[in-house]
């Protein structure tokens, strides 16, 4: 238990997708514009990873070699299509707030990345908890990005404003401001891993 | 269809809208290859033929197969490997029948398929110029001439970028910021210069 | 002998001009339009300044003990860019406006990417646009000049946009500074002082601030009205910040191409962008972001005008 317990923990510091392995970082800056599209994406992505690790690694020792990336492709755009449909159902204003970024996870190379480098190799349950953590460590990073953003951005966390007569950092919720801020949490990160180091 | 239009299109996916700047598309490609001048040239050429075709091949496919079949839910899966064996083939030709060219930017083509501006392109085109489903007028043109936009906009800010790391390789940046958070910061500026032509109107 | 004083990366030249001593010229050569800026618009302007400055000045410091760098306020570099930043705002800016936009300059535009002489972008124009995109509505409420009487507080660029007539500014007026505006850029006939002791002592060549000026005029002239070869070129030339920031900030040493003919193109690329954005984008003054989006161009044009070596190719 204790093996499995550490793939999951692994995705979440060791290797987080978004601040280690600087992986999957198009949707991450594009819709952390607030907390709650954060979240939205966050399990959406966590979703396709988990699908696509659980069927690429049941399918590990059929697939011939040579045609597995486009394999894996398929499987992963199926679970993004499934993914954009509950959205589309369920929550309709999620769904436009994300736009093209759902449709796109297909080519995040986060998930493209887990299938390839590890659920390819590896055992169905591993696979399950490493997509598992990698979906965790890639929603933190996106509420953490998101939080400092609608908060300094727009003055609010999960829509309710929280300062009174502070005058939000408009800037931080537009483009620039999302560039901004991950350059300066990856400096961060680095400076404490220098620190330790 | 007129001038203005396609005026609009140029400054919004060019600047306003840059796809790596304001979109985020490609940032990965942007960030790992935008070190040199050289490869980040190369890398653009390969962007921009593939958006380019992409943008025409998708549009055909959503059109005349997609549409009238009811099939629209496919979207994502049918571009994404229509664009994967596309650029398959283009690298298979490429290096068949020139070596050189594909000493020039062949090497980057298979990255290309997970490049999301691609894909993003294709998307875009459709919600843009399909309205329920219907081809705007003009739609194919439109399409075809965003792709183009967009590829360059994404070869500027990448000859942009890989000019200013150039000469950041020279300066005693603090260790910490050294390489992508700085990359990042330095594209926050650039992202926020463009923004002058912000609300452009001809 | 003009051209022995430009300074390029890594001097190998020995004069007894100091990076410091060029600093404070450009300071000096910008009180006149800064005492202008005063007189124009009330004691609020000067406090703005001053806040401008000395938020600068202790970023600087901090930021310089914080990596254990060398502390190096007094080379006036800093200075130089909280007065620009300052220049940049409107007089009646609240407090926090100068101080904001000040330490955003030197950390960001500056210190982060090794301090002086290796950043990429003005600090000050960095710190300009932020402050522009972030608190859009403070940036753009002017107040009308307060020791003439005067006609409105809106920019005559902002009228401009918005399609009103400008029938009653004289150039004269206009040339004097008697208009809305930032605190720095409204005096014309100061600013030309300033940059004419600049030119003259050799700290900075004409290249750049001419084919700037020049570029923008002519595009105005063409394309400014409905007919071609119609529009007001000398009121394109006296609004906004184009003398500013012609004369004092797009020839920074630091931001600009090093070679005639990178200057020359530098120059061109300025007046365009900032007179495509004057006539037909969203915002009424484009020359911060020109001149921002043309240093981001600088190391590229930089590499494709470097002087060739005798003998290579």
Redesign the interface.
């Known amino acids: 238990m204790k093996k499995y317990f550490q793939e999951f923990v692994r995705g979440i510091i060791k290797e987080n997708p978004t601040f280690v392995l600087?992986?999957?970082?198009?949707?991450t800056?594009?819709v952390s514009t607030s907390v709650r599209n954060g979240i939205g994406m966050g399990v959406a992505a966590t979703f396709v990873l988990l699908g696509s690790n659980i069927i690429v690694s049941l399918i590990r020792n059929i697939v011939p070699d040579k045609i597995r990336?486009?394999c894996f492709?398929?499987i992963i755009?199926?679970f993004?299509?499934i993914a954009?449909?509950m959205m589309k159902a369920y929550s309709p204003v999620l769904d436009r707030a994300l736009?093209?970024y759902v449709?796109?996870i297909?080519?995040?190379?986060m998930v493209?990345g887990r299938a390839e480098a590890y659920a390819s190799k590896q055992t169905v349950i591993k696979s399950f908890f490493d997509g598992l953590g990698m979906g965790v460590g890639f929603t933190l990073a996106l509420i953490l990005i998101s939080g400092i953003r609608e908060f300094l951005g727009a003055g609010t966390l999960l829509g309710h404003s929280l300062i009174k007569g502070f005058?939000p950092?408009?800037?931080?919720g537009?483009?620039?401001?999302?560039?901004?801020v991950?350059?300066?949490l990856?400096?961060?990160f680095?400076?404490l891993k220098?620190r330790k180091a | 269809m007129n001038a203005a239009q396609f005026l609009t299109i140029f400054i919004s996916a060019v600047f306003v809208h840059n796809v790596i700047l304001s979109r985020f598309l490609g940032l990965c490609s942007f960030v790992a290859i935008s070190k040199e001048t050289k490869p980040a040239l190369a890398m653009s050429m390969a962007v921009m033929f593939v958006i380019t075709m992409s943008s025409i091949i998708t549009w055909f496919i959503y059109r005349f197969l997609l549409v009238p079949f009811g099939l629209t839910y496919l979207r994502t899966i049918s571009f994404i490997l229509v664009i994967a064996t596309f650029v398959q083939f283009v690298e298979m030709v490429v290096r068949k029948t020139s070596p050189a060219l594909y000493r020039l930017f062949g090497i980057y083509l298979p990255l290309i398929t997970v490049n999301c501006a691609v894909l993003g392109v294709a998307v875009l085109n459709v919600d843009m110029f399909f309205l329920d489903n219907k081809a705007v007028p003009g739609s194919f043109y439109y399409s075809l001439f965003q792709g183009i936009c967009v590829g360059l906009g994404y070869g500027l800010a990448m000859l942009l970028m890989s000019g200013i790391r150039e000469r950041l390789e020279l300066c005693n940046i603090p260790k910490a910021m050294k390489d992508f958070p700085l990359a990042f910061i330095s594209a926050s500026i650039m992202s926020l210069s463009f923004f002058g032509f912000n609300g452009f109107r001809f | 002998m003009k051209d022995r004083l430009i300074v390029s990366i890594s001097p190998h030249l020995h004069k007894e001009e100091s990076i410091s001593k060029i600093m404070w010229m450009v300071v000096l050569s910008l009180i006149p339009s800064g005492a202008a800026g005063v007189f124009i618009f009330g004691l609020s302007a000067l406090w703005v300044i001053l806040l401008g400055i000395i938020t600068a000045l202790i970023t600087e410091a901090a930021l310089q003990l914080l990596t254990k760098g060398k502390i190096s306020i007094m080379d006036g570099s800093a200075f130089l860019t909280g007065l620009l930043l300052a220049y940049n705002l409107p007089p009646k800016a609240p407090f926090w406006l100068p101080i904001v936009g000040s330490f955003f300059a030197i950390a960001i535009g500056k210190q982060i990417f090794g301090g002086l002489g290796q950043n990429i972008f003005n600090p000050a124009l960095v710190g300009r646009v932020f402050l522009m995109a972030s608190w859009p509505k403070h940036m753009t409420t002017f107040i009308a000049p307060q020791n003439y009487d005067a006609v409105t507080s809106a920019t005559p660029l902002a009228m401009l946009k918005e399609g009103k007539l400008l029938e009653k500014l004289s150039y004269l007026d206009l040339f004097l500074g008697k208009r809305g505006g930032c605190i720095g850029e409204v005096c014309i006939l100061a600013l030309l002082l300033g940059a004419l002791f600049l030119l003259l002592k050799g700290y900075i060549s004409w290249h750049i601030p001419v084919t700037y000026i020049v570029t923008t005029g002519v595009f105005a002239y063409i394309f400014g009205l409905k007919g071609l070869f119609t529009g007001d070129w000398l009121f394109h030339i006296l609004t906004g910040g184009l003398i500013l920031g012609a004369f004092f900030m797009a020839t920074d040493y630091v931001t600009s191409p090093l070679t005639r003919k990178g200057q020359i193109i530098f120059g061109i690329g300025c007046g365009l962008i900032t007179a495509i954005i004057r006539l037909w984008g969203g915002y009424p003054e484009g020359a911060s972001y020109a001149i921002l989006m043309m240093n981001a161009a600088t190391p590229i044009i930089d590499r494709f005008t470097r002087n060739r070596i005798y003998g290579t190719r």
């Open positions: 600087v992986l999957g970082l198009c949707p800056l594009a990336i486009p492709i398929v755009a199926t993004v299509t954009e449909m736009g093209i449709p796109l297909v080519v995040n190379c493209l005058h950092v408009f800037l931080l537009m483009p620039p401001g999302a560039l901004l991950i350059g300066l990856l400096g961060f680095n400076l220098n």
